[in-house]
C-alpha cells in the first residue's frame, strides 16, 4: 500500500482529491487500524487527509480469526486525501 499511495503522491496533480476503500483488520486477535496507519502515511508522503468516511454494517474479520478469538466488527472506511 505504501507503494500504491507512493505512486498517487507522484502523479497526482496539486489540489486533487484521491478516495481510497479500505477495511481495518485483525491479525492474532489484535484489531489493526488500517485507516489511521495508512493515513498517517499519507500525511507523510504528500497529502492532507480530509475525511474519513467510516460505511455502515459491520464487517466481521475472518472465519478463521473467528474460531480463535470471537466475532469482532471492524471498520470499512472510504479514505479521502487530498494532493498538497
Known amino acids: 500500500m505504501a507503494c500504491v499511495i507512493q505512486e498517487c503522491s507522484r502523479v497526482l496533480k496539486p489540489g486533487a482529491l484521491l478516495f481510497m476503500v ?3 483488520v485483525r491479525y492474532s486477535g489484535v484489531s489493526i487500524s488500517v ?3 495508512l493515513s498517517d502515511l499519507a500525511e507523510k508522503l504528500g497529502f492532507i487527509v480530509e ?3 467510516v460505511l455502515p454494517g459491520d464487517k466481521g474479520n475472518s472465519s478463521q480469526q473467528m474460531g480463535n478469538h470471537g466475532r469482532d466488527p471492524l471498520r470499512k472506511c472510504v479514505y479521502v486525501w487530498r494532493k498538497q
Open 35 to 37: 485507516d489511521m496507519l
Open 51 to 53: 475525511n474519513i468516511l
Open 22 to 24: 479500505n477495511d481495518n
